[in-house]
């Protein structure tokens, strides 16, 4: 069973909800909790794991050999990311732009093209109290996050429960970290900026055909917008967290809020057999 703990916006406590899940059926079952946040994973610093592997990820760009080059521009055109162009008697390759898709080299009839290795990330994996844990890391500068998290998926136990927690927004790292889960928890706050994000994040998903639910963190603070939202769409509403100040000052030291507040445990252990009966359905 894949779970992706996913948000419209930063900020909304995917974190929290990954944790708690991930230690919460940790005892009953095997967990995999995969940070595909790769622009800045934070889930290791609740479970402070102890990484034992690591390996780069590197995607392969363009290098042209000009001697052999006749400019006919085909490079350029097959390009779907603009990231090689032929300006007169010279190409230009622009390798941040570049997705690897080999697709230039190949179509190159005079063989001009070869392809050279650029490091763009790292994929680190180790265990978390008994969780097996991964963490894709993209180098700082660096916009191509997608082949990151799709290393870190590589990595994932089959076997086990897995627990994506997925970069914010509805863009393509998103999509990349969606893609193959079973059920998605979109997780939002009771504000109008909560509930445009939300309802961004339920396009994205319906378009993926993943079924999903809701998560309102820090209730009893907004407005009745997400709620009244969810029920209009008849989406289900699974948790909802309240804005508590003792579960603010556990997410700042940087404690999981069920390790803080193991009261909490049965209800992550509920929303988990919720998950599923959905999933199985
Ligand atoms: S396709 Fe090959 S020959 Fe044509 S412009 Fe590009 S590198 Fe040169
Ligand atoms: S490898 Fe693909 S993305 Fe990169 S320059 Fe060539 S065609 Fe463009």
């Known amino acids: 069973m ?13 974190t929290l909800i990954s944790t708690s899940l991930a230690l919460s059926l940790k005892d009953d079952y095997g967990v995999t909790l995969a940070d595909c946040d790769v ?3 934070n889930a290791g610093i609740f479970l402070k794991p102890q990484i034992s592997g690591s390996e780069s990820v590197d995607i392969m760009v363009p290098v042209v050999a000009e001697e052999k080059c006749t400019f006919c521009g085909k490079c350029a055109k097959v390009c779907a990311f ?25 179509l190159c009839p005079e063989k001009a093209i070869t ?23 993209l180098t700082v500068g660096e916009a191509m996050a997608p082949p990151v998290i799709s ?61 999903f639910g809701v998560v309102i963190n820090r209730t009893g603070a907004g407005d009745a917008g997400v709620e009244n939202y969810c029920q209009e769409e008849k989406i289900h509403v699974l948790m909802t967290i309240p804005l508590d100040t003792e579960i603010a000052r556990l997410y700042s030291r940087g404690v999981v809020l069920v390790e803080g507040m193991p ?19």
């Open 2 to 14: 894949i779970i992706t703990i996913a948000s419209g916006k930063g900020g909304t406590g995917k």
């Open 39 to 41: 622009e800045e994973p």
């Open 82 to 106: 603009n990231a090689i162009a032929v300006l007169g008697s010279h190409v230009l390759t622009f390798p941040q732009l570049c997705h690897g898709c080999g697709a230039c080299s190949y």
């Open 115 to 137: 392809e050279e290795a650029r490091h763009i990330g790292v994929v680190e994996w180790g265990d978390a109290r008994g969780i097996k844990f991964i963490q894709g890391i």
């Open 151 to 211: 290393r870190v998926k590589e990595h994932e136990s089959e076997q086990d429960i897995i627990i994506r927690d997925a970069p914010p927004g509805t863009s393509c790292p998103v999509v990349e970290t969606v893609r193959g889960s079973d059920f998605c928890l979109l997780l939002t706050e009771p504000t109008p900026f909560g509930l445009n994000d939300l309802k961004l994040a339920v396009e994205t998903v319906r378009e993926l055909d993943i079924p």
């Open 263 to 281: 009261e909490w445990k049965s209800r992550f252990i509920q929303l988990y057999n919720d998950i599923k009966e959905k999933v199985d359905a």
